[in-house]
């Protein structure tokens, strides 16, 4: 049975804010935040695969040192910090296996 949560399409909301940010719809700044507080907030079901990637996803995300505290607050990556264009690319590659798993996602 679906989750209240879940899109008018099927797709969980932390998928597609996912899907979102892999195709530059939003900024890492904007992904994490939205990331975060749907991931607080989410009652949605996913599937294994489905968790699994939104699990890594979340992850990444914690590894996300933002923009705006590198450009105004002199912050630097340290050690498993990851900048916007890694965090992206970290997201569109866990797509991209979520989507070779489930063809019809």
Known sequence: MPSRDRQAGGTPPRLEL???F???DLTGDE???AYLKTSATSTDLESDSEGE???TIFLD???YLSNDLRQHHGAVLRGDQIDEPELRR???VLL???DQQDPAG
């Open 31 to 33: 992904f994490e935040t």
């Open 90 to 92: 970290r997201v569109q």
């Open 18 to 20: 996912a899907r979102r």
């Open 61 to 63: 995300v914690d590894a």
């Open 22 to 24: 892999a195709a530059g």
């Open 96 to 98: 991209d296996r979520l």
């Open 53 to 55: 990637v939104l699990d």
